[in-house]
């Protein structure tokens, strides 16, 4: 697991939707690896939800229907990262994920969702 979070350094490079794919996968890979316990279990399937959802909102971003659209799907996508931060920082304090590049990552997604949604809104208006 920790070849694929510190593949998430090489991912700079690519675009946004390769860096949303790339995170997905290390998300389901570390949800794969949780305790399966009550507790595992359910934030395994909450990680799971929230940290693949941005890279499929994206995707229905890029073919918004309008400006205002493009808006809202980007603002979802913007919320299932920060609900997925949350999530891995429980993780990470009940020392389940040790590495936290991963955080990074989704702090990064974040902050590039806050500026493409704020570009947005200052274009759209007129």
Avoid at 7 to 14: D, L, T, V, Y
Avoid at 60 to 83: C, G, P, T, Y
């Amino acid at each position: 697991m920790n070849e694929e979070l510190n593949s998430i350094n090489m991912q700079r490079k690519f675009d946004l939707e390769d860096r949303l794919i790339e995170f997905a996968v290390t998300i389901i890979k570390i949800a794969e690896t949780l305790p399966k316990t009550y507790a595992g279990n359910h934030l395994a399937g909450q990680l799971t939800r929230s940290g693949t959802a941005p890279a499929l909102n994206y995707g229905e971003a890029q073919s918004a229907e309008s400006r205002n659209d493009f808006i809202h799907k980007m603002k979802v996508a913007l919320k299932e990262l920060r609900e997925t931060n949350n999530c891995l920082k429980i993780m990470l304090k009940l020392n389940w994920i040790s590495n936290d590049e991963v955080l990074k990552e989704c702090n990064e997604l974040i902050s590039i969702f806050v500026k493409s949604i704020e570009t947005a809104k200052r274009n759209n208006i007129k």
